[in-house]
């Protein structure tokens, strides 16, 4: 059975709000293989190749389950995020974060911060199995060292012919080797939840808050995410961090906020949009329910009190 065949045959999409992506969305590129590679013991494909993948955005959910195939799948997000679930683990997938999946074994990928920007391919070839004894048998997520050279060989697989010759094929062993051994080399599983009293998902739930406050927000998203009712995330969270999860964003938000008035030159509308609300008006009232003063009022007060402490005493 060929890579499509299996491919289709192995993924499902799942509806999420009243919405359902077809499995193509995840392989805009399929590659194909000559005359010259079609046994299945070709010396050439036992060098690491692409099998289909590409460069994929989406603004709206998504969500797909994957049979086990005989396949690696690599996974770079540039923007925004998802999560990928495995035998009760959970990993989320954000911005700068590299995930190397083991398609043997069953999982989901869901998107959860939108717009989700991100290169995925799914690899083959016998030197896989080298890594394979090294990698985790469920697969691996982490973030990338700032120097590491991951990003550009993602974007050097985007611009390889979906019609392979050799020459592709050794272009393409070259950049997954690069990928692969940074993940064998720093590859160190994402810790969920530092408290381990906390559950994952909200671990997760607490991660996003605080690292991507900035992006739009749905209790309802989380709880089809998580398939727990979104009552149930609101209590297990305020007994956890002392606040449910709306009035926790709008805590962090504001507390942002703040920072940005007294370290920048940002306008008040700026500030709100960085902040994730993109009505100024409403961004002002919280604020002044909060501080008792606009934030316009918060900047001024703030920098007539740093004057003042600088004035000499009489």
């Given amino acids: 059975m060929n890579f499509q065949k299996s491919y289709y045959a192995n993924v499902i999409s799942n509806r999420m709000v009243n919405m359902e992506t077809t499995p193509d969305f995840l392989i805009p590129n399929i590659y194909h293989y000559g005359s010259s590679f ?3 013991e070709d010396i ?15 603004d709206f959910p998504m969500s797909f389950s994957f049979h086990p195939m005989p396949y ?21 997938v954000t911005e700068g974060s590299l995930a190397y999946i083991d398609c043997n074994n069953t999982f989901s990928l869901h998107s959860f911060i939108l717009p989700w920007h991100f290169m995925l391919f799914f690899i083959d070839g016998k030197d896989l199995e080298l890594y394979r004894l090294i990698l985790p048998d469920f697969g691996i997520v982490f973030q990338i060292p700032e120097y590491s050279f991951v990003k ?7 611009s ?7 020459p592709h094929i050794l272009f393409m062993h070259k950049h997954l080797s690069e990928i ?22 909200l671990a997760e739930l607490y991660d996003l808050l605080e690292h991507h406050y900035d992006k739009s927000f749905s209790l309802d998203q989380c709880e089809e995410l998580f398939h727990i009712s979104k009552y149930r995330l609101c209590r297990e969270f305020s007994a956890s961090y002392g606040l449910p999860p709306l009035k926790y964003l709008i805590k962090k938000r504001l507390e942002e906020a703040k920072k940005m008035l007294l370290t920048t030159d940002w306008t008040v ?8 609300y993109d009505n100024v008006n409403h961004f002002i009232n919280l604020f002044k329910k909060d501080t008792g003063l606009t934030p316009g009022s918060f900047r001024q007060k703030a920098l007539a009190d740093q004057h003042a402490s600088h004035l000499p005493s009489q």
């Fill in 38 to 40: 079609s046994g299945p």
């Fill in 44 to 58: 050439c494909l036992q060098f690491l190749h692409l099998l289909g993948g590409g460069n994929i955005r989406t």
């Fill in 72 to 92: 690696c799948l690599i996974l770079y997000t540039t923007k925004g995020g998802g999560r990928i679930s495995h035998a009760g683990n959970t990993f989320s």
């Fill in 152 to 158: 550009s060989c993602f974007q050097s697989l985007l």
């Fill in 160 to 166: 390889v012919s979906t019609y392979v010759h050799i």
């Fill in 180 to 201: 692969l051994s940074t993940i064998c080399l720093y590859g160190k599983p994402v810790n969920t939840a530092a408290d381990k009293n906390v559950p994952g998902y």
């Fill in 269 to 276: 509308h700026e500030i709100s949009s960085k902040v994730g």
